[in-house]
């Protein structure tokens, strides 16, 4: 867990403390079209998994996104 | 395969930009490490027949091309003089085109240079011509508010002529193109056509949560969808293209993607797993100019020395559309 929160930080440039599984990501000031585009090409990286338009609308939390890194 | 460009002589770089965002997080640098660009050539008051005409000369004079013997000409863009007449028919009057040729525009984006090979290669085949001038001209930034920064960093003008004979028909391979129209709304100039005429209404700014202003007479891209629709798309039409060519990935001396961007090609080249000498990024000083981006960058390589008479090049296109193509050209 640990480790794809530090991934999902390192993506966005945030500061580690900020990425909570709980942290709402509009509230995060990296979460902004070029977080989502680090964030999505992190996905497809590490997961393999590429997101379609109403996936990338429905991530709310750290949590949204931790469910795709499997 | 002949080719040349033209470039408006405007110059928009990245120190320009962070001055007019004055946002810590849009900086010079910053904005160079996002998108690979470190300026792009911009339109001030000419129009894409102007660039057309621009690079058509330059391959009429650098390859010592008699004008007379031209008798197709293929125009692909998306910021045309007018609505109507066809821009290649204003074209062919101010190059001095023989009255006796066939002239078109094609409205397509980022994929616009791959489909105009397979329409060169068809015309081309049939007998219905035998020179064809293709011109990829773009004028993006027309579209685009100057406060948009998710547009405006990464889109640039500029304009390509191709010259297409019997010859060039012959190696040019077999095509892979995709088409779903349910992008469209991801990239888009919602008003201005006849769905959403231009009007007050209209042309009023809004600001997005990015920061970023346009309104609806302006180019909007959602970016991350755009972004994830090439990770989609794009790996399984090489693949596919590949395999219709009957060729394995290390048979290809070059891939020429369209330089959207450095980001989103590193992104294709690390997922296609294809070497970094074998992958051509050139965005640096011209950013993304639609379907220009290809010519530019094949006559760039050839320049080099990179690729030349023999070599195996995949072309892909991919965008706006949604459209996307590729092929393989042996030079």
């Keep these: 867990m640990e480790e794809k929160l530090a991934l999902i930080a390192e993506a966005l440039d945030a500061e580690k403390e ?12 990296e979460w902004d079209s070029m977080g989502i585009i680090a964030v999505i090409s992190m996905l497809d990286k590490k997961y393999k998994v590429q997101l379609k338009a109403d996936q990338i609308k429905a991530l709310k939390t750290v949590n949204d996104i931790l469910a795709y890194m499997r | 395969m002949r080719t040349a460009f033209f470039l408006p002589s405007g110059d928009l770089s990245n120190e ?18 996002k998108t690979g660009i470190r300026s792009r050539h911009v339109v001030k008051d000419e129009l894409v027949s102007d660039l057309a005409v621009g690079a058509a000369e330059r391959l009429f004079s650098e390859y010592g091309i008699d004008r007379s013997t031209v008798d197709f000409l293929l125009l692909c863009t998306q910021s045309p003089d007018y609505f109507l007449p066809t821009t290649a028919c204003l074209v062919q009057d101010r190059l001095g085109l023989p009255t006796s040729i066939g002239a078109l525009d094609f409205n397509l984006g980022c994929s616009g240079f791959v489909y105009g090979l397979s329409l060169a290669q068809g015309l081309l085949s049939t007998g219905a011509a035998s020179k064809i001038m293709m011109i990829m001209a773009e004028t993006y930034t027309r579209h685009i508010h100057p406060m948009d920064k998710s547009t405006r960093t990464i889109f640039g003008d500029g304009a390509a002529a191709t010259l ?18 349910s992008g469209g709304p991801n990239l888009i100039v919602p008003a201005g056509g006849m769905a959403r005429p231009r009007s007050a209404e209209t042309s009023k700014e809004e600001t997005d949560e990015g920061g970023n202003i346009r309104s609806l007479d302006n180019l909007y891209m959602n970016g991350p969808e755009i972004f994830s629709f090439t990770l989609r798309a794009v790996p399984e039409m090489v693949r596919k293209t ?27 080249r690390e997922r296609l797993e294809i070497p970094e000498e074998r992958f051509y990024i050139d965005v640096e000083e011209t950013g993304n100019t639609v379907s220009a981006t290809i010519p530019i960058a094949l006559r760039n390589a050839l320049d080099k020395g990179l690729i030349g008479e023999g070599s195996k090049v995949l072309v892909a296109g991919f965008g706006v559309g949604y459209s996307w193509g590729a092929t393989v050209l042996c030079l």
């Design chain 1, 18 to 29: 900020l990425i909570k599984q709980h942290a709402v990501l509009e509230e995060l000031e």
């Design chain 2, 16 to 33: 320009t930009l962070a001055e007019n965002y004055n946002d810590p997080k849009w900086s010079a640098t910053k904005i160079y490490r």
């Design chain 2, 164 to 181: 297409l004979d019997g010859d060039d028909a012959a190696r040019i391979g077999k095509f892979f193109l995709g088409t779903d129209g």
């Design chain 2, 242 to 268: 590949l395999e219709k060519n009957n060729l394995a990935g290390e048979d290809i001396d070059l891939y020429v993607f369209h330089q959207a961007n450095r980001f989103i090609l590193e992104n294709l």
